[in-house]
């Protein structure tokens, strides 16, 4: 149910869980990387609201998480959203003549279970990259010490507490504070039933507990698999005791997705521009066109396309990934930065180049098509000395030459380029 949010719409924040300062290291080492800093600058907004005591926070309105913030309520909803579906936060509505909202507010999942979670796991080693992934394991690592020569003569309880008579009383347990977590609410097509009623006579179907099925959906999500595939991925897992090897599992599914992917591991980074940084929609002009076709084609899509249809090579997936998670370039911007680079490079990705510029790109805190086609105009158009005047080129992207990328209509030269460049993505 979706609905705008308004800077006076009404929200308390309610505490479900006992968040702590480890929670919080967990949250900016191991959660930010995946969800970007304005999620978690909210998630700690929110948990500074609350009273003294960490329970429950006063009535308090929209407007002030967007001044303390400095952001748009467009920007706090997809912030939100995010906290949402990571399992942070849970939200309710209370509709009236002003908005009403219930924040409740769960911790984190622990270092141990984030690493050995099929998801976060894997889309933070896309986000980091080796090295940085290395370091947070290191960090977060147990210290083991040689005990070989020690013996364990620590006590028990009944070695140090008598048993006293039993007195009757009503156990007192509802509303005591404790840890709680979300669980990741992946609305998945997968069909669970299929894969476990359509298993052999001989595999007990006891073996398919709760977790066992979260975790085969989890990984059927992130690796993209079917129930059929994922039915023969499960039964080359189960070992001589007729139970599920679940590190085989994530094993063997991790390896036929990187077999049909040129060895590339899946990540959920954005693959369009997001919503906040888009050129409002109105402008039928033909560079709005083109500003449109940039904003909402992956990189991947965008230059599969120039490919004529063929999938890019493993080097120049792996070149994408490092724009967007190295040099931090949002999709739309990738997708100009790589039209630029091959327009000008007889349909060539230079690699030195491209890191080049974006890590300009990336200095300037450039987030917009529009800013991104502005900026290479101007650093790298080179003007006729005599006319002072560009002419259309074949070297250079059609939108290149527009001296007005927001004007409402094009030239015919333009309108002429741009039509047979959009053709490529209808």
Not at 264 to 274: A, F
Request: proline residues 4%; charged residues 25%; hydrophobic residues 35%.
């Amino acid at each position: 149910m979706d609905m705008a949010l308004l800077p006076a719409d009404n929200y308390i924040v309610v505490n479900k869980s006992i968040i702590t300062d480890y929670d919080k290291k967990i949250l900016s080492m191991l959660y930010l990387p995946i969800t970007g800093s304005l999620p978690i600058m909210l998630y700690n907004t929110l948990v500074n609201d609350l009273d003294h005591q960490e329970v429950i926070s006063d009535g308090l309105e929209h407007a002030h998480l967007l001044s303390n913030l400095h952001i748009s309520a467009k920007e706090l909803e997809e912030a939100r959203n995010i906290l949402e579906g990571i399992g942070l936060l849970k939200t309710y509505l209370k509709k009236d003549t002003v908005n009403k909202y219930i924040y409740e507010l769960y911790s984190p999942v622990s270092a141990h279970e984030f690493f050995s979670h099929p998801i976060f796991n894997i889309v933070l080693y896309n986000n980091v990259g080796k090295r940085e992934y290395e370091r947070l394991v290191n960090y977060f690592k147990t210290i083991k010490i040689n005990k070989d020569d020690y013996t364990e003569i620590t006590h028990s309880f009944s070695q140090i507490f008598e048993s006293v008579p039993y007195t009757s009383f009503d156990m007192y347990k509802d509303n005591i504070r404790k840890y709680n977590k979300l669980k990741l609410n992946i609305d998945s097509s997968f069909d669970m039933n299929f894969l476990i009623e359509t298993m052999p006579k001989n595999i007990d179907k006891k073996i398919f507990t709760k977790d066992l099925q979260e975790l085969i959906i989890s990984l059927a999500y992130l690796y993209d698999i079917d129930a059929p595939k994922m039915q023969n991925i499960v039964k080359s897992c189960i070992n001589e005791k007729g139970l599920v090897n679940r590190e085989e599992l994530r094993k063997v599914c991790r390896n036929h997705y990187q077999f049909d992917h040129s060895g590339v591991l899946p990540t959920v980074i954005s693959t369009t521009q997001p919503e906040y940084l888009r050129k409002p929609i109105g402008d039928t002009s033909n560079i709005a066109k083109m500003i449109y076709t940039f904003e909402t084609t992956s990189p991947y899509d965008f230059l599969k396309s120039k490919h004529n249809g063929a999938e890019p090579v493993k080097r120049d997936i792996l070149l994408l990934e490092n724009l967007i998670i190295d040099y931090k370039l949002k999709p739309g911007v990738v997708n100009v930065l790589i039209d630029f680079v091959l327009k000008t490079n007889d349909n060539k990705l230079n690699r030195a180049m491209i890191e080049t510029i974006a890590g300009q790109w990336s200095r300037k805190k450039i987030e917009t098509v529009e800013e991104a086609m502005e900026t290479a105009k101007k650093n790298y158009k080179k003007p006729n000395v005599k006319t002072g005047k560009v002419a259309i080129d074949k070297n250079v992207p059609m939108w290149f030459n527009n001296n007005d990328i927001k004007a409402e209509e094009a030239t015919d030269a333009e309108v002429k380029a741009m039509e047979e460049m959009l053709k490529e993505f209808r």
